[in-house]
């Protein structure tokens, strides 16, 4: 734990906001993503399961300085800031060090996401719950007073996608974008723009991710392409201009798109993965949050360099931005970032605090031993981020001001704590450590009368350096709901991976390279009903060397509408 008193005064001025005094501030961010790869489910799927068993769902988030994670059970858990009554407890506080329980829902979690000083969350249901400041309309439930506790957002059902901005809230429901709040609190052309409850937003296809920042908002269509608006000042529209448009424009460039990110903290800046594991970014970066190798604001998306700015940042299956800085999952489990670092927020304890970076450098390990590896998911916050790993476990680094890091520790309004490298999140009142957060969670309602999907066929198996590729046919039938995955067992050992919705191959990796044991596979598909049968069996292969360096062409894939898959369906370790 340390302190760095350059980060007071920035601090202080925030909690100024919660007294009415006007300042410029920036915005938080957690993306709600479609994109699905392999994950290695915990506990394994079994067929015929029923909803709450096959489908995955965002289940880690962050606000500006708090944190959210569902369980397997669908229990949500929070911990950090809570002067708005940000983790639901009834109450406000200066924030909790340790996770605590978020109750109320009438059924399980799907989906969390945070705001500057607001929760969201999407139950089982589809329905939409808020909580925290309502000062400019973002919990959707009308002019009413703070919510000390989850309350239902009105209007809004079959949502499977939700997104926490500054002073406003996103969500998708049936494909459709809605928002609510206020978009731009700093007397901008928008100032006076706001919605107390949800307002639909014209796009011209279906929506599968949503991301806000102050002034502005940015959308995934089904289509691959990426969609913004509001507040232009720093080129956050993407659209190679500098002009405001409440009316959606769309960023220049980007098509194959499978995953957004936008946040902002005096730095608002948006990102973007394409199904090649390209980044892109454009927007504010004063930080290097670009991670372009400079400091230079772009109106139009540029891509992501790699380390040292000599090549580009490949391999990539997840992004989150947070204020000044920003973070990339690639294929192996292994996270980067890079921009500011004023607060440890790059996890590496070689970088400079006030210098930062503008080019990628590998998050470390705990103690700042080796790489932080085996992760699924990622979040970013202020100057905080977040990793949720293959057991469950959940790490974090950077600002602890607050109690961010759920790690124990916590500042005060002028004392400034922060980590450099990852530490763990601990259990409720600091017993223990907090496990089985979810990488696999719930679905959104099955229409009446479905069932689960048809076989898939023809399974047959390749091997190669310590992974095999399996192919098949695609299911005979949905069974009435839309396919939202496939799952792929492995025999020996039975564990499961989830590949997305439209596949029908995937490199299952992590195989033991023994030149002894053998493998089969079965394919499933699933739906918001379960799983279904998978009488087909591959071939037996023999995986041989040791598992190879990333594929230049990382598979990945758009999950199909209606279905609650994001960025954490990835699979990187090896099963054990």
Known sequence: ????????NEKASHRALRRGISILAGAALTTV???????????????????????????????????LAVDYNGALWGWGDNGDMELGTGSATFGSATSVLISGFPTGVAAVSGGYNHSLAVTVDGSVWAWGSNAFGQLGNGPSASGPSPTQVKGLSGASAIAGAFWHSLAIASGAVYWWGEIDRNGGAYAATRSWTPTLVPLPAAAVAVAGSEGFSIA???????????????????NATLTDSMTPVQVTGLSGIVGISAGGQFGEHSMAVDSNGNVWSWG???????????????SAPVR?????????????????????????????????????????????????LSGGSTTPNRVMGAGGTGSLSKIVSIAAGDSHSMALKADGTVWGWGSEQYGQLGNG????????????????????????????????????????????????SQVS???????????????????????????????????????????????????????K??????????????????????????????????????????????????ANDLYNPRPT
């Open 409 to 456: 520790v916590i500042g005060t309004a002028s004392y400034v704590p922060y980590s450099q490298t990852p530490t763990q999140v601990q259990g409720s009142a600091g017993v223990g450590f907090l496990t089985q957060v979810a990488q696999a969670n719930v679905c959104p309602p099955a229409p009446a009368g479905a069932t689960v999907p048809g076989t898939a």
């Open 461 to 515: 198996a390749t091997p190669g350096d310590g992974r095999a590729t399996v192919t098949w046919a695609a299911a005979t039938s949905s069974g009435g709901s839309a396919i939202t995955g496939y799952v792929v067992t492995a025999s020996p050992g039975n564990a499961t991976w989830l590949v997305g919705p439209s596949a029908t191959s995937g490199v299952i990796p992590g195989l033991t390279s023994d030149c």
């Open 304 to 352: 992501v360099v790699g380390p040292g700015g000599s090549t580009a940042l490949t391999n990539i299956v997840s992004v989150a931005a947070g204020s000044g800085h920003s973070l990339a999952l690639d294929y192996l489990g292994s996270v980067w970032a890079w921009g500011s670092n004023g607060n440890g927020d790059l996890g590496n304890t070689s970088i400079s």
């Open 517 to 566: 044991t053998t493998y089969t596979f079965t394919v499933a598909a699933r739906n918001a009903v379960g799983m279904g049968a998978q009488p087909s069996v591959s071939n037996s292969v023999l995986p041989s060397g040791h598992p190879p360096n990333p594929p230049s062409r990382v598979v990945i894939l758009i999950q199909g509408l209606g279905s609650s898959l994001s």
């Open 33 to 67: 993503s479609s994109l699905s790869l392999y994950i290695l489910t915990s506990p394994p799927i079994t067929a015929g399961a029923t909803t709450g068993a096959t489908c995955s769902t965002t289940t880690l988030g962050t606000g500006l300085w708090h944190t």
């Open 220 to 238: 995934l269509l089904s289509d691959g392409t990426v969609w913004a608006w509001g507040y232009n000042n720093n080129g956050e529209l993407g």
């Open 284 to 298: 504010s970066n004063g930080a290097g949050q670009l991670g372009d190798g400079t400091t230079t604001n772009r």
């Open 1 to 8: 734990m340390m302190e760095h008193p350059g980060s007071r």
